[in-house]
C-alpha cells in the first residue's frame, strides 16, 4: 500500500510530535509583528471579494515585473490555485497533461481527477535532454503543462532559459504552462508575465512562514483569472477577509520576512553540511541555502520509512521518501531556529544509527 503525504502527517504522525523537521515551510512567523495588526482585528468580517481584496491583489502584483492586480486570483493556498487552474481547461475526451518531474502528487492528482491523461516526463541533470523529452511528450492534445521550480522534494529548479522554452512549446500547442513558485524568493526568477500562455502559482504558507493563513495565488491572464474566479465563487466564493487582510499587511511590510526565511535557510544548510558530515550512513542531494527543505539519500541498508517512526518515536517529524514514491529517502526541514534543527537532527542521527552508534553523542558533537 503506498503511503500519501496525507496519511502520514494527518493520521500517523498527527499529535505524535513537539519538533516539526517535516513541513516544508520556514519555521512558523510570529504576524503580531506585523504593522497595524491589532486595526486588523477589527475587520468586518463580510464575503470580501470573491478574486480577493483589492489592495491584496495589488500588493501581490507589486511582487512581480509587469503583472498587474487584475492578472491576480487570490485562493485558498497555492493548492487551491492549481485546482482552479486546471478545472478552467477546456477539456474532451482525449485530452492530456504533461507534468515535468512528479514529485508533488497533486501535479498528477487534480488533472487526472478531471478526466486529463496525465503524460509525465522525469527530470534530467542535463535540460537540453529534459527539454527535448518535453517537446516529445508534447502534442495537439495537450491542454496544460506543469512544472514545479524549484521543486519539492528533491530541490531541481529551472533555469530562465529552460522556463521561456517550455512556455516557447506550449504557446504552439496553444497550451496552458503552470509554473509552481512556492519556493522562489527572487521575483527576478519568476516566470509571471513571460507569455500569455504562463500561469504562475504561488502563496505565503512556505517561504514566509505562514500556511495557517492559507493564502494563495495565482497569476496568468485576465480572462484565464475570471474563468477561475468563476469556479471559485461555485465552491469556496471567497477567502477570510481577516485573513486576506493579514495577507495585505504582512506584504507590505516589505522584505522582512522573506530576509527572515534567507537567514533560516543558510544557517540551516550549514548545521545539516556539519551533521551529514559524521554520518557515513546519510548523504545530502541537496541542500541549497535558498531552500527550506534538504533531501537526503540514506545508505541502502535503512529502511527509510522505519528510520522517520524512530524519529517520530522521539516526538520529531521528518517526512519518508515513500509519500513520494522515493523509498531510501528523507525530506528535512532545515529553516528552523538554530537550537531546534541541532536537537531534531541529534534525534535523527539516533534514527539513522541507534543510540549506541550516534557519532553526535558518541564523540562527536555533544
Known amino acids: 500500500m503506498t503511503l500519501t503525504m496525507q496519511q502520514w502527517i494527518f493520521v500517523e504522525s498527527y499529535g505524535r510530535y513537539t519538533l516539526d523537521l517535516g513541513d516544508s515551510n520556514v519555521e512558523l512567523a510570529d504576524i503580531t509583528t506585523v504593522p497595524g495588526f491589532a486595526e486588523i482585528t477589527t475587520v468586518p468580517l463580510g464575503y470580501g471579494h ?36 486546471v478545472r478552467s481547461l477546456e477539456i474532451t475526451d482525449r485530452s492530456e497533461a504533461v507534468v515535468i518531474g512528479s514529485g508533488w502528487s497533486q501535479h498528477t492528482y487534480y488533472p487526472a481527477e478531471v478526466g486529463l491523461s496525465v503524460v509525465t516526463v522525469a527530470l534530467d541533470p542535463c535540460e537540453h535532454t529534459l527539454l527535448a523529452a518535453v517537446a516529445e511528450a508534447v ?19 529551472a533555469s530562465r532559459d529552460f522556463i521561456e522554452a517550455v512556455a516557447d512549446i506550449a504557446d504552439a500547442y496553444d497550451a496552458v504552462l503552470v509554473v509552481d513558485e512556492e519556493y522562489v524568493c527572487d521575483p527576478d526568477m519568476s516566470a509571471a508575465g513571460i507569455s500569455d500562455c504562463v500561469a504562475v502559482i504561488s502563496g505565503l504558507s512556505k517561504l514566509h ?25 461555485l465552491t469556496t466564493i471567497s477567502n ?31 548545521t545539516l553540511q556539519e551533521w551529514a558530515s559524521v554520518l557515513p550512513q546519510v548523504s545530502i542531494v541537496n541542500a541549497r541555502d535558498d531552500l527550506p527543505f534538504a ?57 539513522v544509527c541507534g543510540p549506541r552508534l550516534d557519532p553526535l553523542t558518541a564523540g562527536g558533537r555533544a
Not at 139 to 157: C, F, L, S, Y
Open 50 to 85: 470573491q478574486a480577493g481584496l483589492p489592495e491584496l491583489r495589488a500588493a501581490i502584483a507589486a511582487r512581480y515585473h509587469n503583472v498587474d492586480p487584475a492578472d491576480v486570483l487570490v485562493c485558498h493556498g497555492a493548492q487551491e490555485a492549481f485546482s482552479l487552474l
Open 209 to 233: 512562514g505562514l500556511p495557517g493563513l492559507r493564502i494563495g495565488w495565482c497569476i496568468a491572464t485576465a480572462d484565464l483569472v475570471d474563468r477561475c474566479t468563476q469556479r471559485k465563487h
Open 295 to 351: 533531501w537526503l539519500r540514506i545508505d541502502k541498508s535503512l529502511d527509510s520509512l522505519a528510520v522517520a517512526r524512530r524519529a517520530l518515536d522521539e516526538g520529531v517529524l521528518v517526512i519518508p521518501g515513500e509519500v513520494f514514491d522515493r523509498p531510501g529517502y528523507l525530506r528535512v526541514a532545515i529553516a528552523r531556529p538554530p537550537v531546534d534543527l541541532d536537537r531534531g537532527l541529534k534525534v535523527l542521527a539516533r534514527a
Open 240 to 270: 477570510s477577509v481577516l485573513c486576506e487582510s493579514i495577507a495585505t499587511a504582512i506584504l507590505r511590510d516589505g522584505d522582512r520576512f522573506l530576509a527572515r526565511a534567507r537567514t533560516l535557510c543558510r544557517s540551516g544548510a550549514h
Open 139 to 157: 502534442t495537439w492534445r495537450t491542454k496544460v503543462i506543469v512544472v514545479a521550480t524549484p521543486e519539492n522534494p528533491t530541490g531541481w529548479t
